[in-house]
Nanobody, 128 residues
Framework: QVRLVESGGGPVQAGDSLRLSCAAS????????IGWFRQAPGQEREGVSS?????????DYADFVQGRFTISRDNAKNTVFLQMSELKPEDTAVYYC????????????????????WGQGTQVTVSS
């Protein structure tokens, strides 16, 4: 059974750091693009970051990340991480990881519509 399970969210103070994990089962994520997305209440889901193998470990970040987040992959653990630092209250959202198992991404790697398999999400709450 194909699954993505996020973990690592929680309540933090502005300026703190968190590391989110996206553990895959039922497939080897090193062959697939993995994206991180977030959705705040009343807002649309937006792309945060993605990592893909071709070209090797190519990474994309949304403009609002501004060098604060780093995406990485541990193939041995079949897990993708999102290291977040200098967190701001506006980073408060449910964070999801996703992949596309059928076909290939033809547009933006930060477009949620390009992904077909999603985790359940992990809440990140940043207080000022």
């Amino acid at each position: 059974q194909v699954r993505l399970v996020e973990s690592g969210g929680g309540p933090v103070q502005a300026g703190d750091s968190l590391r989110l994990s996206c553990a895959a089962s039922g497939f080897s994520l090193d062959w697939y693009t993995i994206g991180w997305f977030r959705q705040a209440p009343g807002q649309e889901r937006e792309g945060v970051s993605s990592i893909r193998n071709f070209p090797h470990d190519t990474k994309d970040y949304a403009d609002f990340v501004q060098g604060r987040f780093t995406i990485s992959r541990d193939n041995a653990k079949n897990t993708v991480f999102l290291q977040m630092s200098e967190l701001k209250p506006e980073d408060t959202a449910v964070y999801y990881c996703a992949t596309r198992l059928a076909g290939m991404i033809s547009g933006s790697y930060l477009d949620a519509g390009e992904y077909d398999t999603w985790g359940q999400g992990t809440q990140v709450t940043v207080s000022s």
